[in-house]
């Protein structure tokens, strides 16, 4: 049976694709030499080792389970493309690979990437043969520790964006198992040859439009873009327009469904590209008409405000690391996270994948989405360009999905070194999601130095006894700033959310330590009562705070040393869910009234 069968793309499915998900073989070149080899691994029929893809040479599920830095290697396994595909256009998929990949057909080389979060494609049609094995290679390297200068998050002086993944041999502190390779599904499919490449679908629920803008692969004289809206068998909106690159165009609803989390309605989308009279591309998507913005210190969800109990999900799994074990386990973390009371999730220092948005987008969860910036330094320029580069790809593969709320580019960037830099780094990341994505605040770096941002972020790991003084207002009207550094930046209304709190560690009686470096933020009750208890006062001090608009408890799970989830590693339950609901859902003084 394929591994992670499903369609990895939901918001972008077409007919005709085949999951190249299952038995790779490969070989480790822990000196990245093997391109200095000559021609022996371009042209292999096969390496010496088995791998089972997506999943990582780290993880127990890829049959590996090799845990020390790996700094190359090379997959292995045949392609065979069925002959009624030949005169389309072939696209060759990576739902992640980390970090710097090369893929070569039968020893040609089809293209470069460079960085380990989001996902890419070649266009192989000019190599593809039909009806006949090809040999598929893919050329992996991840130097994980380059320019690394002994900081404790392992980020001062580097270059290259690795989020959790561990810097030194063991998992510690905050860092954990490292992912090499291709982490999520590789697949193959045929377009037609004036198909569409993407298209940005963005809602406007105050005009009651849908604007569409698509990009092709090619725009021959004559073709036609169309777009057809459904809400199950019945046409909600439609229209057909010339097609042009980089044109807007719009669609109207005379009646609207809201998507929100009470109601997460999704509408039908088929997108399509015409020639003659006839379908020459179909694309199956959906959207859900929504729209958040910020005004007068809240956050709005379709114009009404909203609180936001979010859960801090870094999306690590004992048996895959980075990748989910299943399609059904990424949806029952989202159905454990509302069971225990909370809203929605910061998706914390890793790109999640597109099944887990599409879940998200189901059951009406509100995500803020983050780039894994740990191992990025913004004090350094190259930094700050490998930054742009891969969020920008994130920006664009992820803007159309209804739940994400925010974005967040950068995590805690404290450590000023080089004050031009580092305020640049976060400026150019406001600007880029600005420019790409204008319909979402941003919270530019959390819990950090705060240049520009939509959203005032702090975080606070302080024991309940000591948080009111910190949320209470300064003799300026000034709230809590979690750095020296921040002095030079101040709030001036935006909405105030306390993104990191908690981080309660507890390990029930039944279980025992993950390792010998197990721990929590301000120790680890040992009871479940007195868990209990300082969870309920601590999230009690955000709730009845009138100017937060928002927090988010760390975290959902434990992950691996760090035991401080609501749920074990496992996802077994620690406590009694309707205790965790009880807590996380406790009324606001304006919900009292």
Known sequence: MIPRPEHPKPQFQRELWLNLNGQWTFTFDFGRSGADKGRELFLSKGFDKEITVPFCPESPLSGVGYYDFIEGMWYHRKLLLPHDWEGKRIILHFGGVDYESEAYLNGESVGVHRGGACSFAYDITEKAKFGEEMDLILRVEDVMREGLRGSDFGNMGCTHPYGKQCFVYQSHGCSYTRTTGIWQTVWVEAV????LSDCYMRP???????????????????????????????????GEWDAKE???????FDEMRLWSPADPFLYDVVLETVLDGAAVDSVKSYTGMRKYHCANGKIYLNNEPIFMRMVLDQGFYPDGIWTAPSDEALKQDIVMSMAAGFNGARLHQKVFEERFHYWADKLGYLTWGEFPSWGCDPNVAKACENHKREWKEVLLRDRNHPSIVAWTPWNETWGIEDRLQHENSHMESYRLCTQLDPSRPVNTASGGVHYATDLWTVHMYHKPDKLPSLL??????????????????KWHGQPYVV????????????RKAFASNTWGYGGMPQTEEEFLTRLRETVKCFVEAPHVQGFCYTQLTDVEQEQNGVYNYDRTNKVPVEKLHEIFTQKRPDDLK
Do not use: M, W
């Open 192 to 195: 037609g040859k004036a198909g």
């Open 204 to 238: 406007d629920i105050d005009s009651k439009k849908l604007y569409l803008t698509p990009s092709f692969y090619e725009v021959p004289e004559g073709l036609k873009f169309r777009c057809v809206v459904k809400s199950g068998d019945t046409v909600v909106t439609e």
């Open 246 to 252: 980089g044109k807007q165009y719009e669609v109207s």
């Open 472 to 489: 209470a207002a300064d003799e300026n009207g000034h709230y809590f700033e979690n750095f020296p550094e921040q002095q030079e930046t």
């Open 499 to 510: 993104d990191e709190i908690g981080g309660i560690g507890y390990i029930p009686p039944d």
